[in-house]
């Protein structure tokens, strides 16, 4: 499916709102446009096909995220499905105005590598949600779009 109207929609990777993702689910950072004025290499801009397609670095694709109490977010994850580097990894969800970065580990291993900015944004995600972390985590996501050649979604978790 090609979706329409996508051509003029630049924006920071952090005003992504949920319109954005309901109406564009895949978007790609616009890295060939960083040297306009005003923009850098945080814009990015909707694909048009609602498929993550073959040979894709950093596709923000929609997702949605439930909490252990049945509660559903939306957002995103990062989806690369280059050879070599293909994988998923947590993006961020959006609640309001509020883009909230998901945290990339749990927070035994955050506090045991001393990652202070892990433990922040799992703080700030659960303070959106009036949330415990216990109340908050784990997040179980499943994606929006399919991955090109797949017929199901892809779902997972974020600790």
């Not at 609640?95 to 700030?124: N, T």
């Amino acid at each position: 499916m090609v979706l329409k109207g996508t051509v003029g929609v630049r924006k920071p990777v952090s005003h992504l709102r949920r319109r954005d993702l309901e109406r564009h689910p895949v978007w790609e950072y616009a890295l060939d446009e960083e040297a306009l004025p005003g923009r850098d290499e945080t814009w990015v801009r909707p694909v048009q096909k609602a498929t993550v397609g073959c040979n894709a670095y950093s596709q923000l694709v929609a997702a949605d995220f439930r909490m252990p109490d049945g509660r559903v977010l939306l957002g995103f994850m990062v989806v690369t499905t280059a050879k070599r580097m293909r994988g998923i990894m947590p993006g961020a969800v959006v609640i309001g105005q509020h883009y909230l970065s998901l945290p990339s580990c749990s927070a035994k291993e955050a506090r045991a590598k001393k990652l202070g900015w892990v433990l922040k944004d799992r703080k700030a995600l659960c303070q959106a949600v009036s949330k415990t972390e216990e109340g908050t985590f784990p997040l179980r996501y499943a994606l929006r779009v399919v991955m090109a050649g797949e017929r199901v979604v892809r779902s997972g978790v974020v600790v």
